[in-house]
């Protein structure tokens, strides 16, 4: 069975930090994503990644930055934190560089506070 | 870029068959129409995905019309361990991926 695990559950930074979210999958999946989750919007995308070291803006990167430096390990980056990115952040990772019916497989989330 | 409209909710009973539909309007040629499930304090799970007619398997079925603007999640005879978010995702050639907001079901006893 696909695991997806997030390297942490809740975090709290402060505004202005550099916060880095870390997702690793254990089956060897080509494509991975990193989305948002808030109240209403449902979720969002901000980038995704095909391969190591590519990497595609979705439809919220601004702000956000991302690293696939391995195949199996994907990060994002808030590389200045602000208030308006407290929300829940989702990993998700699927097999093979086809979009279009490739079942994503999601790690349970991260809550981050930004203070 | 197909946008998907979604219920806010619905509420059910046990043991009724609940039909939960998306439109998307915008709907490409390429695009597949994928089901996820979410509990509270998980990430999304995958149900069921299909690309015209119907598709089924033991969780649910999928009915998609010959125009494809529109799906409909079946879920035969719910309980309340069914009671979670639904998020309908058109996918497309793209690499566009479009979540609905979701559709809150609350399954009454």
């Known amino acids: 069975d696909v695991k997806v695990t997030q390297s942490s559950r809740y975090l709290v930074k402060r505004t202005g930090e550099k916060v880095f979210l870390e997702c690793v999958q254990d089956m060897d999946h080509e494509n991975m994503f990193w989305y948002r989750q808030d109240p209403g919007l449902g979720l969002r995308l901000i980038y995704f990644?095909?391969?190591?070291?590519?990497?595609e803006k979705g439809d919220i990167p601004e702000g956000y930055s991302v690293s696939r430096e391995k195949k199996e390990r994907f990060s994002l980056i808030l590389e200045s934190a602000s208030t308006n990115q407290t929300s829940m952040y989702l990993c998700?990772?699927?097999?093979?560089?086809?979009?279009?019916?490739?079942?994503?497989?999601f790690g349970d989330g991260t809550r981050l506070s930004i203070l | 870029l197909a946008k998907t409209t979604q219920p806010i909710s619905m509420d059910s009973y046990e043991g009724q068959e609940v039909n939960i539909t998306c439109s998307h309007n915008?709907?490409?040629?390429?695009?597949?129409i994928t089901w996820y499930q979410q509990f509270p304090s998980q990430g999304p799970r995958f149900i069921i995905q299909g690309y015209k007619t119907k598709v089924t398997n033991e969780v649910a079925s999928l009915f998609i019309p010959a125009d494809r603007k529109s799906s409909t999640l079946s879920l035969p005879r719910v309980s309340l361990s069914d009671t979670a978010v639904y998020y309908c995702?058109?996918?497309?050639?793209?690499?566009?991926?479009?979540f609905g907001s979701g559709t809150q079901l609350t399954v009454l006893p």
């Open positions: 990644s095909y391969d190591v070291k590519m990497k």
């Open positions: 915008n709907i490409a040629t390429n695009d597949y």
């Open positions: 995702l058109v996918s497309g050639s793209a690499r566009q991926l479009t």
């Open positions: 998700a990772s699927s097999l093979t560089a086809g979009f279009s019916n490739q079942p994503q497989h």
